[in-house]
């Protein structure tokens, strides 16, 4: 049996979970990060990811500056999904003989302007040798109890709120790949995205459960839904689209917004509020948490989701 | 320029580290683990490694069990050479389409057997694709300031010791590599070594500088007195070898002792003592911490040291 007859990546990662031991340990494998008490005030987070040239990024569309913005926002949008800031990061990174230095350095000014940016450290890491690159980064962010969102915070009434436009990565990456010229603006959106921190400390007081959007919206929606064991009703024409990605749909006749809902890696944030807390919201509201386990999109029921890199069928909203 | 012109990896890393800003950092890149202050009491470990079939393991040599071991032993030992016990860790994977779940199966049943022989929680990771499968283990150690070890801790005149015996994973792998049959014992060493953590209580109190031996006893040596701006001397004659090693350089025409000095993967402790502990010693005294900046083998100084992935010349002890 592979991991295809098993049933994709979600089934390996239920597969090999083990409920912690330890009583410090507050989420463990299942959310964005893993979560473990330091103190009454103070939660540490634990995040990585592994990205895999050819799967994740292709030379041919990034530059190394290009994938070193990439591997560590994305990873920097992991612990804003928990309500956390990052304290420290870890850089671990694989690549072939005759990668240039050049290459390196711009690879790494990339991490470290993101890293800048956020205002954390680099404080190690691991370097070593393979046929393909491969970046590994590990970030160690820091939360309060009171600041924590977990997926599994959601109930029936709750509107869904995502904090920024989606679907431009999605579109820029169908732009790159049908090797389209210009369309520099949309392609941007896939080779350097940014993400939410800077937005989170308006979104902390008022959310509940909270995801980032890395696997396209139906899936961080479908996501919040289990853990929370609960349903959700989403509205097409509320989700707000990245400017200029409907041109590249109709150009490609695609769904702008299947970019948004299944092509993923936009990095924005995901997450529930009470009804009262509408005026605050920021980005927009696009359903509302319901009762049962049904994910409906406008009137009809959700049966495809984001995109998993082991799924028995491989459905990435148009995006291979 | 690519990374040998450079110098190698260590080169390499001294171009990509950067002072950090946070007064909590007690230890970034350059050590086993990257070290801050959790509390008075409490510091907190980081370390990362990062296996890639084809350069750390072959599945021709290698059972899947064995993969998970040794990643996981070899990542402990990082944690016990700054004088730390594991709290956690995090496992990201990538591997090819068809791989097995008997396959991952057996691989995490490996790594789940070390994390409970030293008792920590496996609370999160990474599961992605790769055409060549690579590990990328993270773990949280827990130490306090007494206890933390650093490589710049020698000073002249301090014995050196090792926390057991060397060269057998060089050994096995020179067996595995030339299709000997047989000498399971001594492939072992290669496949599923074992760390030094269960020593640690015995050696911490009496430790000044420590590091494990990942990459052969002489480029440990070398790591602390570059780090502690000292020398050293070394007798070959002290060194311990593993059982069953000398057969396989006779076999190979191999001398055993490279196999210790510049072989690597044995993940033993290496560390300096004052004199006056000499009886409380665990393992053996090889040499003693000196003046200068030379590391003397015997009465030749050692111009060549253990492993370096990009090193201009790569040199392992006769093992490719």
Redesign the interface.
């Known amino acids: 049996?592979?991991?295809?007859?098993?049933g994709g990546?979600f089934a390996?990662?239920q597969?090999?979970a083990?409920k912690?031991?330890?009583a410090e340990?507050i989420?463990?494998?299942g959310d964005d990060?893993?979560v473990?008490r330091?103190?009454e005030h103070t939660l540490h987070l634990?995040?990585?990811?592994?990205?895999?040239e050819?799967?994740?990024f292709s030379r041919a569309y990034f530059t190394p500056y290009d994938v070193g913005v990439k591997c560590m926002e994305s990873n920097v949008s992991d612990i804003a999904a928990m309500g956390g800031q990052v304290?420290?990061g870890?850089i671990?990174?694989?690549f072939p003989?005759?990668?240039?230095?050049?290459f390196?350095?711009e690879l790494?000014r990339g991490m470290?302007e993101v890293a800048d940016r956020y205002?954390?450290?680099?404080?190690?890491?691991?370097?070593?040798?393979?046929?393909?690159m491969?970046v590994?980064i590990?970030l160690?962010g820091k939360t309060s109890p009171s600041r924590l969102k977990l997926r599994s915070m959601a109930e029936p009434g709750d509107l869904i709120a995502v904090s920024g436009p989606l679907g431009g990565a999605a579109a820029g990456l169908r732009l790159l790949q049908e090797g389209i010229a210009g369309y520099t603006e949309v392609k941007r959106y896939h080779t350097t995205p940014r993400c939410s921190m800077n937005q989170l400390d308006r979104i902390v007081p008022i959310a509940k459960a909270m995801e980032d959007v890395s696997d396209g919206l139906a899936s961080e929606v479908r996501n919040i839904c289990m853990a929370s064991g609960v349903g959700a009703r989403l509205t097409r024409e509320n989700i707000p689209l990245c400017e200029g990605i409907c041109e590249t749909a109709v150009l490609l006749r695609d769904d702008p917004y299947d970019y948004a809902l299944f092509g993923g890696e936009d990095f924005k944030l995901v997450y529930t509020v009470t009804p009262d807390h509408y005026n605050r919201i920021v980005g927009s509201v696009v359903g509302e948490i319901t009762a049962g386990t049904d994910i409906v999109l406008d009137k009809e029921k959700l049966t495809r989701f984001g995109y998993d890199?082991?799924a028995p069928n491989r459905i990435n909203g148009g995006v291979p």
């Open positions: 049996m592979n991991l295809t007859e098993l990546e390996f990662i597969r090999i083990r912690p031991k330890s340990v989420a463990g494998i990060c893993a473990v330091i103190d634990y995040t990585v990811d592994m990205l895999v050819g799967d994740h304290l420290y870890l671990s990174i694989a003989d005759d990668i240039s230095i050049d390196l350095d790494y470290y205002e954390f450290d680099i404080i190690g890491g691991d370097t070593t040798h393979a046929e393909r491969v590994c590990t160690v890199h082991f």
